[in-house]
T-cell receptor, first 109, second 113 residues
Framework: GQNIDQPTEMTATEGAIVQINCTYQ??????LFWYQQHAGEAPTFLSY??LDGLEEKGRFSSFLSRSKGYSYLLLKELQMKDSASYLC??????????WGAGTKLIIKP | IAGITQAPTSQILAAGRRMTLRCTQD?????MYWYRQDLGLGLRLIHY???????GKGEVPDGYSVSRANTDDFPLTLASAVPSQTSVYFC????????????FGPGTRLTVL
């Protein structure tokens, strides 16, 4: 079966750095997305990786290793507004989008 | 309209009633999707449409139907609601398909009693 694994919940301190991991087992690979979802709101796009390596976008970076079936989202200089769920999603070889259950990130002052 | 909208925002429905959730986008996106989101389960795809006039079944299609008469609208119908359909429903769209960014509507919170 197809599966995406993310930690259920993480806690970090304001101003610090946090890394949210995502591992996937899918039938093929055609890209990996990260979305942010604040409580009670809709998911919003953060990043997209299709090639190995690091994509940097301001305070947020996303890394992909296709050979390891692994990605992480790195959040720097954490702010209270970063408290949200972070969803990992993978497009498989049939162009189906497989969603992880999400990681709830709690930021403490 | 800017982006993607859904109606109603929330609804309480008696079991056995018929309900249509509305979704409209103004981005001229070809692909549209309906998801349900339940605590701890993440987003699950109900139905999708790759282009106007075509629809497909997702992971959890039973009890739901959709239509795509034009590019902008993608309504989701519950023919006879059951309590297990209590959930938050999100509509989304993307330019072409699942290698494109999906843009989500604000969601509909549905409670079936």
């Amino acid at each position: 079966g197809q599966n995406i694994d993310q930690p259920t919940e993480m806690t970090a301190t304001e101003g610090a750095i946090v890394q949210i991991n995502c591992t996937y087992q899918t039938s093929g690979f055609n890209g990996l997305f990260w979305y942010q979802q604040h409580a009670g709101e809709a998911p919003t796009f953060l990043s997209y990786n299709v090639l190995d390596g690091l994509e940097e976008k301001g305070r947020f970076s996303s890394f992909l290793s296709r050979s390891k079936g692994y990605s992480y989202l790195l959040l720097k200089e954490l702010q209270m507004k970063d408290s949200a769920s972070y969803l990992c999603a993978v497009t498989d070889s049939n162009y189906q989008l497989i969603w992880g259950a999400g990681t709830k990130l709690i930021i403490k002052p | 309209i800017a982006g993607i909208t859904q109606a109603p925002t929330s609804q309480i429905l008696a079991a056995g009633r018929r309900m249509t959730l509305r979704c409209t986008q103004d981005m001229r996106h070809n692909a549209m999707y309906w998801y349900r989101q339940d605590l701890g389960l993440g987003l699950r795809l109900i139905h999708y449409s790759n282009t106007a006039g075509t629809t497909g079944k997702g992971e959890v299609p039973d009890g739901y139907s959709v239509s795509r008469a034009n590019t902008d609208d993608f309504p989701l119908t519950l023919a006879s609601a059951v309590p297990s359909q209590t959930s938050v429903y999100f509509c989304a769209s993307s330019a072409q398909g699942n290698t494109d960014t999906q843009y989500f509507g604000p969601g509909t919170r549905l409670t079936v009693l």
